[in-house]
């Protein structure tokens, strides 16, 4: 079985909730890491997901190991972040979501990095 490891880096910020962005944020990857672990639940190809951040810099790292070859552990990480993002309350504008809620947090992507495990 192959085994592919992925990081997902995001800069994110908090739209609509200037002063509880900080506890709103926490929340929010707290949410994140649920949602993710439901994912793990469902599907046998996906495990030892986590999610780490500073909400001082606004930077987000998601990790998740795909069951899959490297070129199709990309895509089906890539799925499985974006739907757990979405699931938690947040939004991935530069993804192509055209609307957003009045208060998102909104992720832009800086890095991914893929490895064997």
């Known amino acids: 079985m192959t085994q592919t490891g992925t990081t997902w880096r995001f800069t ?8 509880l962005s900080d506890q ?11 949602e993710l672990l439901k994912l793990e639940d469902c599907n046998t190809d996906l495990h030892d997901s986590g ?20 070129d199709e552990a990309v895509r089906r990480a890539r799925h499985v972040v974006r739907t757990a ?11 192509g ?3 957003s809620p009045v ?13 064997p495990a």
Do not use: C
């Not at 910020?13 to 200037?18: E, I, L, N, Q, W």
């Not at 709103?24 to 649920?34: A, G, N, P, S």
């Not at 606004?58 to 795909?66: H, K, R």
């Open 12 to 19: 994110v910020h908090v739209r609509g909730a200037d002063q």
């Open 24 to 34: 709103y944020l926490e929340e929010h990857l707290e949410r994140l890491q649920e």
């Open 51 to 70: 999610v780490g951040g500073s909400l001082a810099s606004g930077e987000v790292e998601i990790e998740l190991f795909v069951d899959l070859p490297l």
């Open 85 to 95: 993002i979405h699931a938690a309350g947040g939004f991935t504008p530069s993804w």
């Open 97 to 99: 979501d055209e609307t």
């Open 103 to 115: 208060t998102a947090v909104e992720y832009e992507p800086e890095t991914t990095e893929l490895a």
